[in-house]
């Protein structure tokens, strides 16, 4: 039997269940952890903790679930330097964005797939986040699309079949003949690698007949369905997500009144993805509105080369705390619970008894600090599993 571990001294602990302390995120002051192996033990007062075979000492800091990053693009290669310079210059600029780093990506052999992968992934380890999704969606054809797929599997169970990204450009003139691809061939190999499927439901992409069978044919296939809805503009993506029983509708950022409340209603949680407004200067996703109509939040960095070039939880807790109308302790909890709602699971995004030992170790004494001190590296130490794995 692997030993327990006794995690003292914790001057804030998030644990994100009511029952065991204060508020939504069951905030217990002066605390201590119990982890027996993989799982959580005891959470609760350090007062009452029971004994345990080693001691672990936080010194005073506060102790958090590890992030829950329920959206990324990291099977990549190449990057878009120049397109986010000419973007934040103010110059226009024709190249081809997703198609540039499709092109790289069908260019890379998989030993430098998987290299960026893990280099990314690390990254966001050593900042907190222990549990991640990530997607294909770079190669669109039925070979690069399944090779992304098995490289990520080899590192996350949370993978996302994402072949209708952009309707591939090998079929500009027969964007039908690319869904039936998607939805035929490339599904059938894409599918045993995956647990999910997306579709990027936007003008200029997939509309919502198309995205409907995508998804169905998909769920089909065993895949539950999630979607990119109503980033760019007003769409039916939302409202598609909700009837299809998605588990996220992501970016949420032009909705109507139906839209909010159909998410409301649902259990498909909307998850808000502020790097790509803050790297694009688009509008921010209204948070508060959502909230305040009862809708299940995450946050997620999107994390890919062109639109949100970010591995970094802290810093998208900071923006919305800043600029979509969130109170510190609900971003925190969207970037934890949050993400597992998003993701459908209840095993991690909460430091309570039988969830999976995963967390973080911050050097400031309150979650808050992780909006009140942007930019600074605040993560100490990362456990996974009942290990510490950084820091």
Known sequence: MAPTTLITGIRTLVTNDPALGEGPLGLVEDAALVLDGEAVAW????AQAPAADRSVDAGGRAVIPGFVDSHSHLVFAGDRTAEFNARMSGRSY????????????????????????????????????????????YGLTVEDEARALRLAAAHTDEVTYLGAHIVSPDFAEDPAGYVELVTGAMLDACAPHARWIDVFCEKGAFDGDQARAILTAGRAKGLLPRIHANQLSYGPGVQL????????????????????????????????LPGAEFSTRAAWPDARRLLDAGATVALSTDCNPGSSYTSSMPFCIALAVRDMGMTPDEALWSATAGGAAALRRTDVGRLAPGARADLAVLDAPSHVHLAYRPGVPLVREVWRRGERVAG
Not at 43 to 46: I, R, S
Not at 94 to 102: D, K, L, M, P, Q
Not at 105 to 129: C, F, K, M
Not at 242 to 263: K, R
Request: glycine share 8%; proline share 1%.
């Open 43 to 46: 959470a609760g007062p350090a």
């Open 94 to 137: 024709t190249a081809g964005g997703i198609r540039t780093t499709v092109a790289a990506t069908r260019a890379a052999s998989d030993a430098e797939l998987e290299a960026n992968l893990v280099r990314h992934l690390g990254e966001a380890l050593r900042q907190g986040t222990t549990t991640f999704e990530t997607k294909s969606g």
């Open 241 to 272: 997500a909700v009837e299809l029983d998605a588990a996220s509708a992501d970016h949420c950022t032009h909705l109507t009144d139906a839209d909010v409340d159909a998410l409301a209603q649902g259990r498909t949680v909307a998850t808000l």
